[in-house]
T-cell receptor, first 113, second 114 residues
Framework: NAGVTQTPKFQVLKTGQSMTLQCAQD?????MYWYRQDPGMGLRLIYY???????DKGEVPNGYNVSRLNKREFSLRLESAAPSQTSVYFC????????????FGSGTQLSVL | AQSVTQPDIHITVSEGASLELRCNYS??????LFWYVQSPGQGLQLLLK??????LVQGIKGFEAEFKRSQSSFNLRKPSVHWSDAAEYFC????????????FGTGTRLLVSP
């Protein structure tokens, strides 16, 4: 089973460029999440989708947009990248969003120059 | 709002020695508590979780954690560490109602010496 798949694994952007991080899960999960991981900060929730058709802001949503394309896919878009968005981004999914286990992708290392 | 503190940024343990990683939380009610492990270049993997009942919970890879309400703690333990346990460990807290939005601690990096 593939689980949660993120693409790309690495990306370098210049300030002001845009890009979309892709995430797909094959576990028929209802809920999906985007986190960013920064040294000394742990993981912080950017956006989440409790179920297909809904999205909500997390702790650090500024500068990002998301799309829950269908039940499997949840993308994260940076419209105008800034150096402060240099981070490792993780997508995760869970079955119902009721404090059961989160399944994580392997992450995207993004550098904004 | 809930919060999590992991006071140790790095811990070094000799292989075969016991391990305890500290986690303190802040939440107005009984929380849901989790420990996740992250190996280099990988996503996070659930080690164990506490929702209710027995305050000592067993997880994968020989780990256990004890919920102590009086101390607002959920420390992770392992009696004998293996070199493969070297990783970063994250404690997380969730609310006991509504949709899950976990709050993660800042992590503790475990180094295992020969």
């Amino acid at each position: 089973n593939a689980g949660v798949t993120q693409t790309p694994k690495f990306q370098v952007l210049k300030t002001g460029q845009s890009m979309t991080l892709q995430c797909a899960q094959d576990m028929n999960h209802n809920s999906m999440y985007w986190y960013r991981q920064d040294p000394g900060m742990g993981l912080r929730l950017i956006y989440y989708s409790a179920s297909e058709g809904t999205t909500d802001k997390g702790e650090v949503p500024n500068g990002y947009n998301v799309s829950r394309l269908n039940k499997r896919e949840f993308s994260l878009r940076l419209e105008s990248a800034a150096p402060s968005q240099t981070s490792v981004y993780f997508c995760a999914s869970s079955l119902l969003g009721r404090n059961e286990k989160l399944f994580f992708g392997s992450g995207t290392q993004l550098s904004v120059l | 709002a809930q919060s999590v503190t992991q006071p140790d940024i790095h811990i070094t343990v000799s292989e075969g020695a016991s391990l305890e990683l500290r986690c303190n939380y802040s939440y107005g009610a009984t929380p849901y508590l989790f420990w996740y492990v992250q190996s280099p270049g990988q996503g996070l993997q659930l080690l164990l979780k506490y929702f209710s009942g027995d305050t000592l919970v067993q997880g994968i890879k020989g780990f256990e954690a004890e919920f102590k309400r009086s101390q607002s703690s959920f420390n992770l333990r392992k009696p004998s560490v293996h070199w493969s346990d070297a990783a970063e460990y994250f404690c997380a807290v969730g609310m006991n109602t509504g949709f899950q939005k976990l709050v993660f601690g800042t992590g503790t990096r475990l180094l295992v010496s020969p």
